[in-house]
């Protein structure tokens, strides 16, 4: 039977107050975001100052050796631009080197979509070329990555993608042909064009619809700002590495006591005021004192995980994941992600985001030791950018060679892994190969 009865529990529970949700706020702010927020909190506060730039900085590791290489810095705000992308394929393409330097010129001359929109006469008095060269230069343009760059029309950019997944059947042609009648919803006077029926030709439509009419935009990105280093990593004098805070873009703040003694003697609104404003600014130095010391000390662990990263490339990545740097710390799995989100660190690898040294494990196969999933990305890579002229690796020659080397992976891992870099299947390597020996 159910009666009604008074009962005392003890429970512990952690209650966050507004302050220490802030403090945790603090913790995943890029140095942007915190420079606004502290500069907003100055405004709200009196006691509160920007310290001069003479006495700002981070705390350090290690003396000696300062800031980072400037080709590092100027490699950040580097892009790999569409002719960029163009010239690196072409240069390796088998031509005369005159139609070679034709097809550089003519990557040069696409415009952001792709597109070539510049006429031959146009080229052949601006670069004293023959319309031989044009021609063929253009044909070297035209096989290159991705599918539809240097078209110099809509159907024609939509033919070379259709040709690349042997798709340009004669009814596909003539659909290319009439575009203006896909555009206008003639589809009665299509069928009878293309000569085919009605779910022929919705899959015909529906297929170019999947097409990418720009397909030079993808090396366009929006403008975005750029990623500037939170932590500097710099080779040590005596060997080893030195990790510091990068004092130029961390906002730091003072508490203004004096400030606070002329106003501490009014009534006693004026008092409590002051002494709301003191403890929030004393609470804003700690907690950006504290903050500063955890993403030192986090950065600190991930480069003496990483030393062989550093030292010798992408191939010795190690194995991390932020629950196991947490461990080693003795910190909460979520504060590491925190103090990883929006942070860089520019090393003699480049300015790379702290996130990027995290990934996960693949077992070897004698069971003793593990590879990260980011240097076996990379040995893909290399063996597909190795594999000759007239044969592509398959995902299952490539597992082959992959366990030779000791690491245990699964064919759908390696196609994952390939598709994930953008790099084409084997059977279309072998035909893109097959193109450009055409040429």
């Known amino acids: 039977m159910l009666t009604p009865r008074i009962e005392v529990q003890q429970k512990q529970t952690l209650a966050l107050t507004p302050q220490l949700r802030q403090s ?14 502290v500069a907003a909190a100055v405004e709200r506060n009196p006691l509160l100052e920007i310290a001069p730039p003479t006495e700002r900085g981070g705390p350090r590791i ?4 300062g800031g980072v290489d400037p080709a590092i810095l100027e490699s950040m705000a580097a892009e790999n631009t569409l002719a960029d992308h163009l010239g690196d394929q072409i240069r390796a393409m088998r031509a005369p080197s005159a139609v070679i330097e034709a097809a550089l010129i003519l990557a040069e001359e696409l415009e952001e979509d792709g597109y070539l929109r510049v006429r031959p006469e146009e080229l052949i008095a601006r670069h004293r070329l023959r319309p ?32 690349e997944l042997d798709r340009l059947d004669p009814a596909m042609q003539e659909l290319l042909r009439n575009l203006k009648l896909v555009a206008t919803g003639h589809h009665a006077e299509l069928l009878a064009i293309c000569d085919v029926d009605e779910e022929d030709l919705a899959e015909m439509l529906a297929e170019i619809r999947a097409l990418d009419p720009k397909p030079g935009l993808r090396f366009s990105p929006p403008a975005v700002e750029l990623a500037v280093p939170d932590v500097f990593v710099t080779e040590a004098p005596g060997g080893g590495w030195q990790v510091e805070l990068n004092g130029d873009t961390l906002p730091r703040v003072l508490t203004n006591n004096q400030y606070a003694a002329e106003l501490g003697g009014g009534d006693a609104a004026a008092r409590a005021f002051i002494s709301e404003c003191g403890a929030n600014a004393n609470w804003l130095v700690r907690s950006l004192e504290q903050r500063a010391r955890t993403i030192l000390r986090v950065a600190t662990e991930i480069v003496r995980l990483q030393e062989e990263f550093l030292s010798f490339g992408i191939g010795r990545m190690r194995p991390l994941t932020q629950r196991a740097l947490a461990e080693r710390l003795g910190l909460h799995e979520s504060t590491i992600s925190r103090v990883t989100a929006n942070k860089y660190m520019a090393c003699a690898r480049g300015n790379l985001a702290m996130r990027f040294f995290f990934s996960s494990a693949l077992e070897a196969l004698d069971g003793e030791a593990s ?3 980011t240097a076996v990305r990379e040995r893909i890579r290399q063996l597909i950018e190795a594999e000759s002229a007239t044969r592509a690796l398959s995902d299952d020659r490539i597992v082959t060679l992959l366990r030779a080397e000791g690491i245990d992976i699964a064919r759908r891992t390696v196609a994952k ?6 790099i084409l299947s084997s059977v279309e390597r072998r035909r893109r190969k097959a193109n450009l020996a055409r040429v």
């Open 132 to 163: 031989s060269e044009i021609a063929r230069g253009l044909a070297l343009v035209q096989a290159c990555e991705p599918a539809g760059i240097g078209a110099r029309s809509l159907s024609e950019c939509l033919a070379l993608q259709l040709r």
């Open 24 to 37: 945790i706020k603090l913790l995943g702010m890029s140095n942007l975001e915190l420079g606004a927020y």
């Open 417 to 422: 892994y390939r598709e994930g870099m953008g």
């Open 62 to 65: 290690a003396a000696g050796g």
């Open 371 to 373: 590879f990260s999933s």
